[in-house]
C-alpha cells in the first residue's frame, strides 16, 4: 500500500539506547514529522553518523511510535548498524522518512491477522500489531529464529514460535509452525498474513499463502543506498499480474508487497 512519502531529512535526537541481546539495541529518536506521518511496514534511511564512514545512509524498519518519538530495533551486523548501537543518547542522527510503502490493513474486512517473522524481520511487527489492535484486530504473532537467542518478541503478544533447533517453540520453521496453527485460527473467521524477515523465508510464506488463495503481504529486504529511488541500488523482479516479470525499486514501491508479486 503506497505511504504518504516525505522526502523531509530531519535531524533526530537520540533519546534513549537500550540493549535487549547481545547484538540488537531499541532506539528512541526524537522525530516529531515522521512519528506524526508513519505508517506500519513504512522505514527510515538513516545517516548513523556525522563522518563519511559508512558514507550511506542505512535503512530500518519503524518498530514503534510513541508521540514524538520513533523507535527503531537494530541488528548489529557490520559497521554501519554497529555504530549506530553504540550512539551516544543525546546525539543526532539525519533521519529520512517515513518513507516506501506500508502494510495494508483495510484492503479486506479480515477478523484475525497473522504477523509471521524472522530474526530482525520481527522490528516491525510492534507497530502493526498496536495499529491492528486499535482497529479492533485479533492478532497472532508466528516468530521464528534459529535457535532462542534470535527470537525478538518484545512487547508483543499472542506469541507462538519456531527454532530450528528446537530451544524454544516448534522445532522447524516458521512455516512449519504456521501449517500447525492455521485451521484453528481459520476457525474463528477470516485472515490476512503479515510477513517479514529474510527473503527465503518471505517466498516460502508467499507460495503458502498463494497455494491457499490467503491475503499475505510480505515486507522485503535488499541492500539500499539513497531509499528514495535516486540511485537504482535496490531494484527487485516482481511478478505481474499477466503473467509476466517487472523490475521495481523497492524504496519506492515496496518494501512491502502482496505475496502474489513476490517471485518465488
Ligand atoms: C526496508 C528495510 C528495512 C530494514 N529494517 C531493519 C530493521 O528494522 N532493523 C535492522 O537491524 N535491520 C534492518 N534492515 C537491514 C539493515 O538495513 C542492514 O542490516 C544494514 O543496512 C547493514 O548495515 P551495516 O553497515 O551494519 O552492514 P554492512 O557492513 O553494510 O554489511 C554487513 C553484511 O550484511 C549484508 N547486508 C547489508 N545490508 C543488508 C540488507 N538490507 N539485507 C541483508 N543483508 C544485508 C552485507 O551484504 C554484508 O554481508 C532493513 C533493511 C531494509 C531494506
Ligand atoms: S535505494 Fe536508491 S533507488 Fe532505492
Known amino acids: 500500500m503506497p505511504g504518504t512519502n516525505s522526502f523531509d531529512d530531519v535531524k533526530a535526537t537520540i533519546v534513549q539506547t537500550r540493549r535487549i541481546s547481545s547484538d540488537v539495541s531499541i532506539i528512541t529518536l526524537n522525530c516529531p514529522s515522521v512519528a506524526a506521518t508513519a505508517k506500519p511496514g513504512n522505514f527510515v534511511n538513516v ?28 541488528k548489529s551486523i557490520g559497521c554501519g548498524t554497529a555504530l549506530f548501537c553504540d550512539s551516544q543518547e543525546g546525539s543526532t542522527v539525519m533521519t529520512l522518512g517515513p518513507l516506501g510503502t506500508c502494510f495494508n490493513i483495510t484492503d479486506y474486512d479480515f477478523k484475525t491477522a497473522i504477523l509471521v517473522s524472522g530474526g530482525i524481520g520481527t522490528a516491525p511487527m510492534l507497530f502493526l500489531e498496536r495499529t491492528l489492535a486499535a482497529q479492533g484486530k485479533k492478532v497472532i504473532n508466528l516468530i521464528g529464529g534459529r535457535t532462542k537467542e534470535d527470537l525478538l518478541a518484545q512487547n508483543l503478544s499472542n506469541c507462538r514460535f ?25 476457525k474463528e473467521g477470516p485472515i490476512k498474513l503479515f510477513a517479514c524477515g529474510p527473503n527465503p523465508m518471505l517466498k516460502a510464506v508467499a507460495k ?57
Request: aromatic letters at 2%; one cysteine or more.
Open 208 to 264: 503458502f499463502c498463494n497455494e491457499r488463495h490467503i491475503a499475505c503481504d510480505v515486507s522485503l529486504e535488499s541492500v539500499m543506498g539513497c531509499g528514495i529511488g535516486i540511485c537504482y541500488g535496490c531494484s527487485v523482479e516482481i511478478n505481474t499480474p499477466d503473467g509476466g516479470i517487472r523490475t521495481i525499486l523497492l524504496c519506492r514501491e515496496g518494501p512491502v508487497i502482496d505475496a502474489k508479486l513476490l517471485v518465488v
Open 162 to 186: 519456531a527454532t530450528d533447533d528446537g530451544s524454544t517453540g516448534l522445532k522447524g520453521t516458521v512455516v512449519d509452525l504456521l501449517r500447525n496453527e492455521l485451521t484453528d485460527i481459520e
Open 47 to 74: 545517516k548513523v553518523n556525522s563522518s563519511t564512514q559508512p558514507l550511506l545512509r542505512r535503512p530500518f524498519s519503524i518498530h514503534n511510535v510513541q508521540g514524538n518519538h520513533i523507535e527503531i530495533m537494530v
